[in-house]
């Protein structure tokens, strides 16, 4: 027998009940945002070495942490790792691209990263960016677009953590650190949430700070308290212009989150960094407050600068990132998904082969009605039939006999409630549209 | 100044009016497939390379035709090149999915190929198959399913070209070709359409068939009439087992054609072979017939040794392929998209800053009610506000002034016919719910 070959390492496939679940997600995600007018839009799944390797971008260390190749003529490749990278291209070569540019992508990216349970080396994801716009109205508007989408899928009890770069840059001054250790300064401090005061101590000793400036570090980035509160706080410490400047941002999207309505779901929290280097601005981070501590939702920020560094107009830009495999994590831990096994309503079964042809022209009618339905294709008698249609959760068979073609008639079955009547097909049509 | 990075060669981006067609077409296409019972269903971009060139997959000499990789751990992989590989590979090692198993599949493949107008590197491929079912009803199936689809974008004018390879098989027999030449005559019938009886000729010369081989070839293939007569005419020549077998099944076909519906569109012929070796019985294409003659719209075929090929069961399989790119072609020049640019039905304009926050709420009201709206993140003054709107083809504005906020009411203004109305927002709300 020959040999069966695997899914690549990594990776996964998606059988229809995993896919039925994505499709959800994203159908509804797409909805919300085209409600506010975010475009879809698409790149390759490959991008030149270069793009992804470039200052801002993944820089010289993303070599190991992406599937890179070359192609027949030498030219150096690699798979995408996320899908903002790739739009700040587009837009840098596009200059003529009506602002603000709102687009979203769902996609694929791939990372070439340990795999752990729940990490894939290829995952799912779910951009929606704003470009063009330095106002904070754009980041409120992302931070909406977040809210509505989450809550269109049935979530209720999530935050939003919000910081700005720009606190950081002040407070990271404030404590008086040299500003080339600033990322890994950030990198320390944003691990505060997940793994504690005591590892955030420990790497910004090795970072090289000084006790004093640790100390004084850990009690800026641990403060509490209302929006409002916090901004009062960090105001009375901050006295730097930079401080000043991401303070009033912060000040400018919690006054216009009052007006979405999501005020009560922001948490100013000046611990929260995120990783990459390309954030300017606010930073943002949507977490699940449901209490099983799995993490962040969706997070994102202000990124200002990256598509100047890729050649165009120096373009502000926000945006946010989606996490569609979290997503989906917490809906199946939480019930929330009430999805069928299938689209089909009716299973048109034929008693026996004589009346195949009929089976095919009453689901032709069905169809053209708009209502779902699937003949049997494998031969089966009529029992075996009933059981595929029980088995796929079909809620309704149409069982098709000799007798059934001359009255013209159709014997309707409800699969749950295993009632049968014979009605006019008129009639079942009407019935299954009602339903 | 930075240098700017392009699209990588081959490839394309596609910005949001490209991808509102393609979106257009994959959603049209998404609801006539789960009309009939096929399922969502992903895999990787990428596959073991091994499988990809396993026997009835590329076979040894897809290397040069992909893009290959290694990992860093050194395994071999390369893009799939297409979606029906990898779905052949889950369903072998998957003998637990109830069948028959109906999945359609639009996600991107990559070929390394000589670039050429309009043939990219990577491309989207929308694939819809039945695996599990031998009868010729489910063929005839996902023949109906690809009528639908077309019809369900707005095709006129498409055929069905239908063959069978036990046809071809048993010409090849009829004309005494020895069976290892089988597949190289098969490439070479198949480029009648396309090229010519000369090409045709001269490629079979080039295989070693004798001169009396190819004329009775030719004329074989060269056959026309309608599907009875066709058939009618071959059985005459083709006295094999296989030949009756073939002869049989497309029998079948044109019969349950009839109960679809589709029987005036099915068109035999003989010189059909298609190029992949997968195929064992049933093959076929549609075509657009409007008179441009941009060739085929879709193409497929029945593959049942493939699973088993790749370690499963014994499994006969059936499936067609639709092309995006194709279609897409075809609508720009029949004109056949009517797309708006974008989703969004009002634009709520401010007149000044003051009222900033009254946009929000009311376009908050408005995606509450389910109307698609946008507020100005550029801080424009009015004029430019309704410019912009102008440019994206948004239908109507409401304006907002301290005035209307002072009365609760909004100016309503029709885009295209340059009216304005003032009225309450709850009548607006009925107003634009009712268009």
């Known amino acids: ?85 790739p739009m700040a291209r587009v837009v840098a070569n596009n200059p003529q691209l009506p602002k603000p540019f709102k687009r979203y992508c769902i996609a694929r990216a791939w990372r070439y990263e340990e795999i752990r349970k729940d990490r894939f080396r290829e995952f799912w994801q779910c951009d929606v960016d704003s470009v063009g716009s330095s106002s904070m109205e754009s980041d409120a508007e992302i931070l909406a677009v977040a809210v509505d989408s989450l809550k269109a899928l049935g979530f ?63 009690e800026l980035i641990k403060m509490e308290g209302s929006p409002e509160e916090m901004i009062k706080k960090a105001e009375k410490i901050l006295q730097s212009a930079i401080g000043f400047e991401g303070l009033s941002e912060l000040k400018q999207i919690v006054e216009i989150s009052k007006s979405y309505g999501f005020i009560d779901r922001i948490v100013i929290d000046f611990s929260l960094a995120r990783g990459l280097d390309y954030y300017t601005g606010p930073i943002f981070e949507v977490i699940d407050t449901s209490g099983k501590n799995i993490g962040s939702l969706a997070g994102g920020g202000r990124y ?19 996490g569609i495999e979290r997503i989906v994590e917490v809906m199946e831990q939480e019930k929330m998904f009430k999805l069928p096994k299938t689209k089909i309503k009716v299973f048109v079964a034929n008693v026996n082969e004589d009346v195949k042809t009929n089976t095919i022209e009453i689901a032709n009618q069905l169809r053209d009605e708009g209502i779902p339905c699937q003949i049997d294709l494998m031969n089966r008698n ?18 098709i006999g000799p007798d059934e073609v001359k009255k013209k008639t159709v014997k309707l079955r409800d699969m749950k409630k295993r009632e049968e009547s014979t009605l006019k097909l008129g009639k079942v049509i009407k019935k299954l549209k009602s339903i």
């Open 156 to 218: 209720k009890k999530f935050n939003i953590k919000l910081n700005n770069r720009k606190i950081l840059s002040a407070l990271i001054d404030y404590v008086d650190v040299p500003k080339k250790k600033k990322y890994d300064v950030f990198r320390a401090i944003d691990k505060l949430d997940n793994f504690g005061e005591d590892t955030v101590k420990d790497e910004l000793k090795e970072v090289g700070l000084r006790p004093k400036q640790r100390k004084e570090l850990l």
């Open 1 to 85: 027998m020959p040999e069966k070959f695997q899914t690549p390492r990594g990776t996964r496939d998606f059988l229809p009940e995993e896919m039925i679940k994505r499709n959800f997600i994203i159908n509804t995600f797409k909805k919300v945002f085209e409600n506010y007018g975010f475009s879809p839009f698409e790149t390759p799944a490959f991008e030149d070495f270069e793009l992804l390797a470039a200052k801002g971008s993944g820089g010289d260390e993303i070599k190991d942490q992406i599937y890179y190749f070359k192609d027949k003529s030498n030219r150096e490749l690699g798979l995408r790792f996320d899908l903002t990278v």
């Open 304 to 322: 200002d600068e990256l598509i100047e560094l890729f050649g165009g107009r120096s373009t502000p830009a926000t945006g946010i990132s989606l």
């Open 382 to 399: 009529l029992k075996k039939q009933l059981e595929f249609a029980d088995s796929m959760d079909i809620p309704f068979s149409l069982i």
